[in-house]
């Protein structure tokens, strides 16, 4: 007997079912709606994304972002990722930036070597100041996660009430994707002495532009 | 039957510095849960408790149907799953992998899962390097211990022995820094995130309706281990299921807020499969090991089976008066605390530590805090009764037997009790604390016997 069917033998029979068997029916999860009103998500977002020691700025439309954006891009080398709304805001035109890569070790070399890393994201949740990647064509995972600063330029309507409203809209995220992930606030570590410390293996300061008229 | 390790108890509670260390880690960990989940900020934090709990119950209730589902759902999105008895299994499957691919290097996130099994030590002894990721369990690889707490593995050292640890293992100078510190790991596990072949994750939840292996963590190294290298593998016990991904909204309103306060950690991974045809990156093969190692000995009793709904949050621990006082190295197995001592007895012998489930209080504080609703403090009875028995049937006890014995008949016989009661009056305080009772009195006062017996009172109060 194989171990797969050993455990479940070893299962079936500790708990007395058979194979196949169909479980009781189990009630849906309830599922939150938001707290706050609508009109609120904007500035409810920004103000739990900088609790959690990120910078947020909502700005009225995607040709405000590069003013926006110009002081922390000067003279540092940017990777960007394929998102198309990041072409409409202009980011993918700067010199300084790089994307379009089609190779994974290209990419992964060069999101090594940046100093920030540039992407949209899916969703945002804005009761915990999350952003939502999921993995794709357009959102490579890497751009998010190698270089030390982190930059998302969001549009207003991808911003969502909270984790139970995402998955109240995407309730089977593996379809659409191998990796769907959740970023709130920098990456940290309390490991020493239970002090905190702000990017230990992905990026210490996070950035979220958020564009109103998008 | 082994005893509890005094020695090394009584070292843990003389170490002023240790104590110190322990009591303000946890402590500040308890007060960061109690601000999480206090009315105003989640007035359904008990519905919530109450939700899981029922969800996990089911969960595993019907386990052999959600493995199966599972299992077509991982392999539906281009992964495989390798079920394993024990951690002879897994190795065996990771070396036949790395053997495959011509692997070296695998880089590892943190996992309870694996520290059950000796992975990195199983790994070894084949020359294939497993190496720590995340910063508190990098620190104890090097310092060769095991991880202290369940979520900060490094909760005992501080940043003198962090200090030392990189000085003698990575021949760097010398440097007390938490900071500095930090960036001297982030560039050493940098270089090693580049050049792995295979990445190791555990998993905090398995999500059935998905085939999805769901990571939560605050660095980001469990990213880096799931994304960089071609290979990634997930280890996981075969409990970590819930049915659907829509149930998430309920274990991670819950997992952060009662480990470390967090409503959502820095990262939650939802990972299924390795990458899809027009993905530019993620792992080319996906694997996830589901691992037995005595889990399905804990589904045969009705009531014993929900030390499975555990989500190794850790509040257990951070709330228990004896965790608090003797820490984690002192637990025999890597889990400690009421969880620990819960179910080291039920993946073990119930013999082997049958002192565990006599190490607590009963104050009831862990199944308060317990986001899945465990009834410790009842499982706790329920393993001192089966040791009790065990011990009884060995025979091991015949004095204690003899002693209950005696007992049961003075309660029986009111004149001998008073007498016994006068002559003890008098004796007990002249009594040297010799053998048996010289440990009971290393650590207590015996009280004076009053003057009067309450018998004596009770007759006096009637003459009047």
Redesign the interface.
């Known amino acids: 007997m194989?171990?797969?069917d050993?455990?479940?033998a070893?299962?079936?029979t500790?708990?007395g079912?058979t194979?196949?068997?169909?479980?009781?029916p189990?009630t849906?999860?309830?599922?939150?709606g938001p707290r706050f009103d609508r009109d609120l998500y904007i500035q409810t977002f920004v103000q739990r994304f900088e609790k959690l020691a990120g910078k947020a700025f909502a700005v009225p439309d995607a040709a405000a972002v590069l003013p926006q954006l110009s002081p922390l891009l000067d003279g540092k080398r940017v990777v960007a990722s394929?998102a198309p709304f990041l072409d409409t805001c202009g980011i993918t035109a700067l010199p300084q930036v790089q994307s379009g890569?089609?190779g994974?070790d290209a990419?992964?070399d060069a999101c090594?070597a940046a100093d920030i890393g540039i992407t949209s994201a899916d969703y945002a949740l804005a009761?915990?100041g999350?952003l939502v990647m999921l993995?794709?064509?357009q959102e490579?995972?890497?751009v998010s996660?190698l270089p030390p600063v982190h930059v998302a330029i969001v549009p207003r309507s991808r911003i969502l009430a909270n984790?139970?409203e995402l998955?109240?809209l995407?309730?089977?995220?593996?379809?659409q994707?191998?990796?769907?992930?959740?970023?709130?606030?920098?990456?940290?570590?309390?490991?020493?002495?239970?002090?905190l410390?702000r990017?230990?293996?992905?990026?210490g300061e996070i950035y979220a532009v958020i564009v109103e008229n998008a | 039957m082994t005893g509890a390790p005094s020695e090394n108890i009584q070292k843990t509670l003389n170490d002023p510095r240790l104590q110190l260390a322990i009591y303000a880690a946890s402590g500040r960990l308890m007060d960061h849960r109690a601000t999480a989940v206090q009315t105003e900020v989640l007035p359904e934090y008990q519905d919530l408790r109450t939700q899981a709990n029922q969800i996990k119950k089911h969960t595993i209730e019907n386990l052999d149907y959600y493995l199966e589902q599972l299992e077509a759902n991982v392999v539906a999105h281009g992964g495989q799953v390798v079920f394993c008895r024990d951690g002879q299994e897994v190795a065996d499957f990771v070396l036949g992998l790395a053997k495959k691919n011509d692997a070296r290097l695998i880089v590892k996130s943190k996992s309870m899962t694996s520290e059950e099994i000796h992975f990195n030590e199983r790994l070894a002894h084949h020359q294939l390097e497993a190496v720590e990721t995340d910063l508190g369990e990098y620190i104890i690889q090097l310092a060769h211990q095991r991880p202290y707490h369940i979520v900060a593995p490094a909760l005992h050292l501080t940043r003198y022995d962090v200090a030392d640890i990189f000085t003698e293992r990575l021949g760097v100078e010398r440097e007390v820094v938490p900071e500095n510190q930090t960036k001297i790991a982030r560039a050493v596990l940098r270089e090693k995130f580049l050049q792995a072949d295979i990445g190791v994750t555990g998993a905090n939840f398995l999500i059935a309706d998905s085939g999805a292996v769901v990571v939560v963590e605050n660095e980001g190294n469990a990213r880096l281990s799931s994304s960089t290298p071609k290979i990634h593998i997930a280890v996981a016990g075969i409990e970590k299921l819930i049915p659907r991904a829509q149930d998430l909204a309920v274990f991670l309103d819950l997992l952060g807020r009662s480990a470390t306060g967090q409503p959502l950690t820095v990262y939650t991974s939802f990972l299924s499969g390795p990458r899809r045809g027009d993905e530019v990156d993620g792992p080319d093969e996906f694997y996830l090991v589901l691992l037995d190692n005595g889990r399905t000995k804990l589904l045969v009793d009705p009531e014993k089976r929900q030390s499975l709904y555990c989500i190794r949050c850790g509040a257990c621990l951070n709330h228990c008066p004896v965790y608090r006082k003797i820490g984690g190295h002192n637990y025999p197995w890597v889990y400690s605390g009421p969880i620990g001592a819960i179910i080291t007895p039920q993946f073990h012998d119930i013999t082997e530590n049958g002192w565990l489930p006599f190490a607590s209080s009963l104050c009831g504080a862990c199944a308060e805090v317990c986001p899945v609703k465990i009834e410790i403090p009842k499982l706790l009875l329920k393993l001192r009764s089966e040791v009790t028995d065990v011990k009884r049937q060995h025979g091991a006890s015949g004095l204690e037997r003899f002693a209950f014995r005696m007992f049961a008949w003075v309660m029986a016989h009111p004149k001998i009790y008073l007498l016994g009661g006068r002559i003890g009056a008098i004796l007990a305080p002249l009594v040297p604390p010799v053998g048996p009772l010289k440990k009971w009195a290393s650590q207590r006062t015996l009280p004076r016997p009053a003057k009067q017996s309450f018998h004596q009172l009770w007759a006096a109060r009637k003459r009047k």
């Open positions: 194989t171990s797969r050993q455990i479940l070893d299962i079936r500790a708990l079912r194979a196949g068997q169909r479980p009781a189990l849906a999860p309830l599922l939150r394929h890569f089609s994974r990419l992964r090594a009761e915990t999350t993995s794709s064509r490579a995972r890497l996660l984790l139970d998955l109240t995407l309730p089977k995220p593996a379809e994707s191998s990796s769907m992930v959740l970023i709130t606030g920098p990456s940290r570590t309390a490991d020493i002495e239970q002090i410390i990017g230990v293996h992905g990026p």
